[in-house]
């Protein structure tokens, strides 16, 4: 049987690779994806995968070339930017959604990355500065990853186990998003200022701020009546069957 070439795309990651350690194959800024085959779309119809909420991830781990990538090193914009190259690699460039009643139908080969300023870290490390506004508090954070994102499920989960009424998910993140208060990098501090000291409205501002500089997929849609609205990911994203 004669060998198959998968044909593949590359994808310009909104980080430009730069928040990567430089021996982090993802520094380069690039990341190659195959089409999907048939196995993908087993994979999309995985009701395990489904119920556990993880089915995205193993579909985009299935289309990554390089297997030296470790998936879980990805930050949330560059993985936006993996999804949107997927649905485009797998079910063509024309994604209609419904707003306010209306259908719309967006060419998903036209969204741009957000401008990215490199001023705002030095590039291979993970780390951006904010003062905050209210209690002029000097901070640092970072852009979370996969495996932020598992370590804060796993605590999440841990806190429900204790009360099943807990609601402390934004609290939790925020554990995890700051790298530094004062100076001071340790956990404990973190924690501390984090659940005694940080007020509602430097929460407020620090978040809108990280969605400023965050890199990810511009996902703004301009109507026809010149509305700016931001494009639902509905079930038919991945699902054009659905």
């Known amino acids: ?67 030296k990538i470790n998936y879980d090193d990805l930050v949330v914009g560059d993985k936006n930017a993996l999804f949107i190259a997927t649905r485009i690699l797998g079910y063509g460039k024309d994604y209609n959604f419904e707003y306010k009643g209306t259908e719309h139908t967006v060419d998903l080969s036209k969204l741009e990355n957000k401008p990215f300023d490199e001023t705002f870290i030095t590039p291979g490390i993970n780390k951006f500065f904010y003062t905050l ?36 998910e934004l609290s939790t993140r925020l554990k995890y998003v700051i790298t530094s208060v004062g100076g001071d990098e340790e956990t404990r501090t973190i924690r501390e200022f984090v659940d005694n000291y940080l007020l509602a409205k430097d929460s407020r501002s620090l978040r809108e701020y990280m969605r400023t500089v965050q890199p990810d997929v511009d996902m703004t849609y301009i109507l026809d009546s010149g509305e700016e609205v931001t494009i639902p990911i509905g079930l038919n994203f991945f699902w054009p069957d659905a």
């Open 1 to 67: 049987m004669s060998e198959f070439k998968f044909p593949t795309e590359v994808v310009e990651l909104p980080s430009k690779g730069l928040i990567y350690p430089k021996d982090n194959p993802l520094s380069s800024g690039q990341l190659e994806m195959k089409y999907m085959t048939a196995r993908e779309e087993d994979i999309l119809s995985n009701q395990a995968y489904i119920q556990k909420g993880i089915v995205l991830d193993k579909l985009l781990m299935s289309l990554i070339v390089d297997k």
């Open 133 to 168: 506004p209210n209690s002029g508090v000097n901070i640092t954070f970072k852009m979370l990853d996969g495996n932020d994102e598992k370590s804060i499920n796993r605590e999440l989960e841990s806190l429900k186990k204790i009360d099943k009424q807990a609601s402390a």
